[in-house]
């Protein structure tokens, strides 16, 4: 069973940054690949961006050149850096890990980006 818990979200201007964080526990998932997803109020719940166990990384196209999905191993935690937010950004931020056929996610933390 893998505990997933992300947090360093919070209320950033336009033009700002935040760096959220996904701690895990109970398992390692240094073998998984890792997403982060986002869903805003009366829309679906969308791919933001995506780190291999290697490494690789897969970002949507309305974050890429701004968001940067990184992992710290020794940690078991996943990080994503936003900056240059945007209005467009505010959402619930999720972790999401597919471990042994098993879907796994956090309880998410809010961005909201306002002036």
């Known amino acids: 069973q893998v505990q997933l818990v992300e947090s360093g979200g919070g209320l950033v201007q336009p033009g700002g940054s935040l760096r959220l964080s996904c701690a895990a526990s109970?398992?390692?998932?240094?073998?998984?690949?890792v997403a982060w997803y986002r869903q805003a109020p009366g829309n679906q719940r969308e791919l933001v961006a995506t780190?291999?166990?290697?490494?690789?990384?897969i970002y949507a196209d309305s974050v890429k050149g701004r968001f940067t999905i990184s992992r710290d191993n020794a940690k078991n935690t996943v990080f994503l850096q936003m900056n240059s937010l945007k209005p467009e950004d505010t959402a619930v931020y999720y972790c999401?890990?597919?471990?042994?056929?098993?879907?796994?996610w956090g309880k998410g933390t809010l961005v909201t980006v306002s002036s």
């Open positions: 780190i291999t166990n290697g490494g690789s990384t």
């Open positions: 999401y890990v597919l471990q042994r056929g098993r879907n796994y």
């Open positions: 109970g398992s390692s998932i240094s073998i998984n690949a």
